[in-house]
């Protein structure tokens, strides 16, 4: 760290600047720790637009490229997390709806993702868009996706191979069958929040829905982590927003907020996320190191238990 420029952080740039290489320097090549079994979180915001596929894509990458094993379940039948991850999904591709409405196996369907070593896709295809309508009379709707999952990671243990540490499953803008399954298959829950005026609209609606799952499907499910994405620290706006979330949810807020950036936006157009398409950009390094927060956080958590116990 000594060997930082000294910058007069009186602008913003300057101030984005010295933040940008104190963060290349505390990262680069950092291998970040295992959790001690597979964590297994869903990406939801029923509010559209908030940053929930390019928060997933990053994250993921971002701990795949820091050592981890990282699977990613593209639940969104837009698909746009199997197009940043750079994986087939056209028509046709076995995917996550076979999964759910065929009883596909999970390992029949999994893509090694080509731009990150350690990093694999469930893809979602076009037909994924009617299997809300497909669910509603099979057996076991809710459940679908978990059973699958767990099934997939019990074969890979029992076959000798490496276990995934991380799976993020990620949701559609909606409440609907897809997201239950995504909220039954998780033992956590990541909320994006924009920093913007309507970022706290309907997050009460989405937090009864966790705790209704809760009490009647899923007894683990836990609203584990606040991301703030679209942070424009310019703006009095993206302050009190941040400023009113980190007040409600203290312990879950992370100190890392993802600010607005043209090259995070760019990166899927090429078939890969920010964490590949430009490494050194202000968003990637914003997006590894919430990652690290993440992965941090999840080793004290583990601790702590043990403490308890």
């Not at 991850?85 to 996550?96: I, K, Q, Y």
């Not at 941040?242 to 078939?271: C, D, K, N």
């Not at 950009?281 to 999840?298: D, F």
Request: net charge negative.
């Amino acid at each position: 760290m000594e060997s930082v420029p000294s910058f007069e952080e009186d602008t913003p740039l300057a101030a984005q600047l010295a933040l940008d290489a104190r963060r290349r320097i505390r990262l680069r090549g950092r291998r970040f720790p295992r959790p001690e079994r597979t964590r297994i979180i869903t990406v939801a915001n029923q509010k559209g637009g908030v940053g929930k596929t390019t928060s997933t894509v990053n994250l993921a990458a971002g701990l795949a490229q820091s050592g981890l094993n990282v699977l990613v379940i593209d639940n969104d039948p837009q698909g746009n997390a199997s197009t940043a991850l750079g994986v087939d999904h056209r028509a046709g591709t076995p995917s996550v709806y076979d999964v759910l409405v065929n009883d596909t196996p999970m390992r029949d369907v999994v893509q090694r993702c080509p731009n990150v070593e350690s990093l694999w896709c469930v893809p979602a295809t076009i037909d994924l868009s009617g299997a809300e309508i497909e669910l509603v009379s099979l057996v076991s709707r809710e459940t679908r996706l978990r059973r699958a999952l767990d099934t997939f990671l019990a074969e890979r243990e029992a076959a000798g191979e490496e276990r995934f540490d991380y799976v993020f499953v990620d949701c559609p803008p909606s409440l609907g069958l897809l997201t239950v399954n995504a909220f039954v298959t998780g033992r956590e829950v990541l909320i994006p929040i924009q920093c913007e005026y309507y970022a706290l609209e309907g997050l009460s609606q989405l937090l009864k829905s966790i705790s209704m799952i809760q009490s009647h499907l899923n007894q683990e499910l836990h609203l584990a982590t606040i991301l703030l994405t679209m942070y424009d620290g310019r703006t009095n706006l993206a302050q009190q927003v941040a400023a009113e979330v980190r007040e409600h949810f203290p312990e879950q807020t992370l100190l890392t907020a993802i600010p607005r950036s043209v090259r995070v936006s760019e990166a899927p157009s090429y078939g890969q996320t920010v964490m590949t398409y430009d490494p050194n950009s202000t968003g990637a390094l914003a997006y590894l190191e919430a990652a690290r927060e993440i992965a941090e956080r999840g080793t004290t958590a583990t601790q702590e238990q043990r403490q308890d116990a």
